[in-house]
């Protein structure tokens, strides 16, 4: 859903779950008309091509927390139920010692091999396509180029040849 501004800008609507943290609604309100409602997921934003269904979890630890406690699991089959196009947005970057995953100050169990392995899980077993951001600010702004993405008619951009320069 998207209308016009007093601009000419489009301004699109995102469902919000009620249970999302209000700095994080505050900065998706920047870019986004939000509805709340109580969701099993964080965000689902209706575009021209359907809605996409998605979740945001800060990296490392919430994410590693809602894997490990089985969250994660059913907020990917929610996804799933409501959109063919799901997405994961990890908010954050993630500090390493060696190889070993740091959450806060503490070495957890999670090795890069681990965390990229799981990324791949998500994306090739669960259908969930990562998006990563450095913080809340640039998740609105992903989410912004998502919504612009699917509204758009066509993508052939890999299908044309440049012409010569």
Not at 2 to 23: C, F, Q, Y
Not at 67 to 88: H, L, N, P, T
Not at 91 to 97: A, L, M, N, S, V
Not at 116 to 134: A, D, Q
Request: glycine share 6%; hydrophobic share 35%.
């Amino acid at each position: 859903m998207a209308r016009s501004g007093a601009e000419g800008d489009k301004i699109r609507t995102l469902i919000v779950s009620s249970n999302e943290r209000k700095p994080v609604k505050r900065q998706l309100a920047t870019r986004f008309e939000l509805l709340e409602m109580q969701l099993p997921f964080d965000f689902l934003l209706y575009t021209r091509r359907g809605p996409i269904a998605g979740e945001r979890k800060k990296m490392p630890a919430d994410f590693i927390a809602s894997v490990m406690d089985g969250r994660f699991a059913k907020e990917c089959a929610a996804m799933r139920e409501q959109s063919k196009w799901c997405y994961i947005i990890l908010e954050g970057r993630p500090h390493w010692r060696k190889e070993q995953l740091l959450v806060g100050s503490m070495i957890t169990s999670w090795t890069k091999k681990a965390i990229r392995n799981l990324k791949r899980s998500l994306e090739l077993v669960e259908g969930c396509h990562i998006i990563e951001t450095k913080n809340t600010e640039e998740t609105a702004i992903a989410l912004e180029e998502l919504s612009e993405y699917f509204d758009e008619q066509k993508h052939d951009s890999l299908r044309c040849r440049p012409g010569i320069v």
